[in-house]
């Protein structure tokens, strides 16, 4: 059996120290090419312990070498402080989606629930304003059972109510509606976006980007962050 003689080994490895190289290699190995804290403590450590009597480390590198280990801890706790501000920021979110349960809100192109003998409530914006709006309302098979007609609008947000009834006068059965909006700006005609009020039932976060969810009637869920507008 051959046996290693001392000269095979580098002094470095005589010693029991690890060289920045061969830790780098381990490193790479476990899938990271970047030394952590403990790793460049540990190295920096060794090296005040086996630096040669006869040539210390200069004052200049030594003090570099220790800015640089600053640096690190401060980064490493900046990072943790972030992470915790980012947590206590999801949870705060939560909360503040959490008071809008039972309030309403405004919702694009979602279908309404109407209760039998209620109505419901709508906005459409209109940044330019129009010279005159028309809303259909539409049942579950996509049938015309009601259109809304309005004049000029100056511009901002146009709030309208559907009185629950259909065309002829008589009241629609409870169900789901939905809404589809055109005005005619600056002498054309375009579709605009109607905005049902729904009801706020459940607050929910995004697993993947932490973003807070409002989920409203019907089951649709809207962020929390394109809330515009809060009802009763």
Do not use: C, H
Not at 86 to 107: C, D
Not at 125 to 154: F, H, K, M, Y
Not at 179 to 192: E, H, I, R
């Amino acid at each position: 059996m051959a046996v290693a003689s001392a000269t095979d080994k580098s002094s470095a490895q005589l010693l029991g120290v690890t060289s920045y190289e061969d830790k780098k290699v381990t490193s790479s190995a476990k899938g990271t090419d970047q030394m952590g804290k403990q790793d460049f403590l540990t190295l920096f450590t060794a090296q005040l312990k086996n630096q040669n009597p006869l040539e210390p480390v200069k004052n200049e590198a030594f003090v570099a070498q220790l800015a640089q280990f600053s640096q690190l801890e401060a980064l490493t706790n900046m990072q943790t402080s972030l992470n915790s501000f980012v947590s206590t920021m999801s949870a705060e979110r939560m909360l503040s989606g959490a008071s809008l349960i039972g309030k309403q809100v405004p919702v694009a192109d979602a279908s309404a629930s109407l209760v039998a003998g209620g109505k419901v409530n709508a906005t459409i914006n209109l940044p330019d304003g129009a010279s005159g709006v028309r809303v259909q309302v539409r049942d579950s098979g996509g049938t015309v059972v009601q259109e809304l007609i309005a004049g000029a609008q100056t511009p901002g947000n146009l709030d309208f109510v559907w009185d629950g009834k259909l065309a002829s006068g008589q009241p629609a059965p409870g169900g789901s509606y939905s809404f589809t909006g055109s005005a005619v700006v600056a002498g054309k005609t375009q579709n605009v976006t109607v905005q049902t009020m729904a009801t706020v039932r459940a607050v929910q976060t995004n697993g993947a980007t932490g973003d807070v969810q409002l989920q409203v009637d019907g089951g649709k869920t809207i962020p929390l962050s394109k809330v515009t507008r809060i009802g009763q």
